[in-house]
């Protein structure tokens, strides 16, 4: 029988999360994710000495930290795409969460970047964080033909304004999710009863039944039964360590998740709608928060390390 890693490509695109240029050659997923720590990974990579040599010599003379970050995660992303078939996800500073222009300005400057290194439009995703502004940062980009990943993404109410919006590509937290549910209750759950699961395969529901045409990729697993519980989802992005599991693992993998024909028309919703569902819904606001504040916290760590090696 073939492992459960081929049984599930076989149901679901595949996306690694990692930007482990050995993990993404030696499990051959469609599509990738690059961040800032990825990013800070690679700095210590011999296989990306040279980039990182370029890029500090370069910020040396400008002195601009941020510009060699931005460098060396388009550099990374671009070794990414020599690779996988498919998309890579390059990320927005979490710090411009909350502001649609500065977002707006960041992505067209990856873009650019990109483009300047021969990886076209085409071949990237640009990663915002699932806030209102981010998802209106996101609906612009769409118009201009770049197509986003709206990260961070906890609730119904932040699934349906992507929606809204017509992004390309969400990405649901399941294990995050389930970690707030089980500090609060101290409940173990199994795959059919985990609360991130649930999630994931309830906004998978909604847009199949509403022919919503974004891709719902689940991500942020703890453990490849949540993983097995939404093979059928469009994709999934699943770190090397669970990669490994399932294709060391040779048992049968049903599929759970299948498209079925549209029987609704979805409403738009506004923003106030959209922040009041937020604000009722402690789970999605607490996990939002944080998760902004530690992709933040992975900048700044990066943009220190920068900052040291100028030095060096």
């Known amino acids: 029988m073939p492992s459960k890693l081929d049984q599930l490509r076989g149901m679901t695109v595949v996306v690694a999360d990692t930007g482990d240029i050995d993990a993404v050659r030696r499990l051959k997923p469609q599509d990738c994710t690059t961040n800032p720590s990825i990013v800070l990974k690679a700095l210590n990579s011999p296989?990306?000495?040279?980039?990182?040599?370029?890029?500090?010599?370069?910020?040396?003379?400008?002195?601009?930290?941020?510009?060699?970050?931005?460098?060396?995660?388009?550099?990374?992303g671009a070794e990414l795409a020599g690779i996988?078939?498919?998309?890579?996800?390059?990320?927005?500073?979490?710090?411009?969460?909350?502001?649609?222009?500065?977002?707006?300005?960041k992505a067209r400057q990856l873009v650019e970047a990109y483009d300047r290194k021969g990886v076209g439009r085409d071949r990237i995703l640009i990663k915002l964080a699932s806030t209102w502004e981010g998802?209106?940062?996101?609906?612009?980009?769409?118009?201009?033909?770049?197509?986003?990943?709206?990260?961070?993404?906890?609730?119904?109410?932040?699934?349906?304004?992507?929606?809204?919006?017509?992004?390309f590509l969400i990405?649901?937290?399941?294990?995050?999710?389930?970690?707030?549910?089980?500090?609060?209750?101290?409940?173990?759950?199994?795959?059919?009863?985990?609360?991130?699961?649930?999630?994931?395969?309830?906004?998978?529901?909604?847009?199949?039944?509403?022919?919503?045409?974004?891709?719902?990729?689940?991500?942020?697993?703890?453990?490849?039964?949540?993983?097995?519980?939404?093979?059928?989802?469009?994709?999934?992005?699943?770190?090397?360590?669970?990669?490994?599991?399932?294709e060391e693992d040779q048992g049968p993998l049903p599929r759970q998740l299948s498209p079925a024909p549209a029987t609704a028309t979805a409403e738009a919703l506004d923003e106030a709608t959209f922040r009041w569902r937020m604000n009722e819904d402690a789970m999605a606001t607490d996990k939002l928060a944080e998760g902004i504040r530690n992709f933040h916290a992975d900048a700044l760590k990066l943009e220190t390390l920068i900052a040291k090696r100028f030095d060096a």
């Open 47 to 76: 296989a990306f000495a040279e980039h990182v040599a370029e890029a500090i010599a370069a910020g040396r003379k400008s002195g601009d930290v941020a510009a060699v970050a931005t460098a060396l995660t388009v550099a990374v």
């Open 171 to 246: 990405s649901p937290f399941v294990g995050r999710i389930t970690d707030w549910h089980k500090a609060k209750t101290g409940e173990t759950y199994t795959p059919e009863t985990d609360p991130g699961v649930l999630s994931v395969r309830g906004i998978y529901q909604y847009y199949k039944e509403h022919g919503i045409a974004t891709v719902v990729m689940g991500a942020s697993f703890r453990n490849t039964g949540q993983i097995e519980a939404l093979a059928g989802c469009d994709r999934l992005t699943i770190s090397p360590d669970l990669l490994t599991e399932l």
């Open 135 to 167: 998802i209106r940062a996101a609906e612009t980009l769409q118009k201009e033909g770049i197509d986003c990943n709206l990260t961070l993404l906890f609730s119904q109410a932040q699934a349906e304004a992507c929606a809204d919006a017509g992004v």
């Open 84 to 105: 996988v078939p498919g998309r890579v996800s390059t990320e927005v500073d979490a710090r411009l969460s909350f502001d649609v222009k500065a977002s707006l300005a």
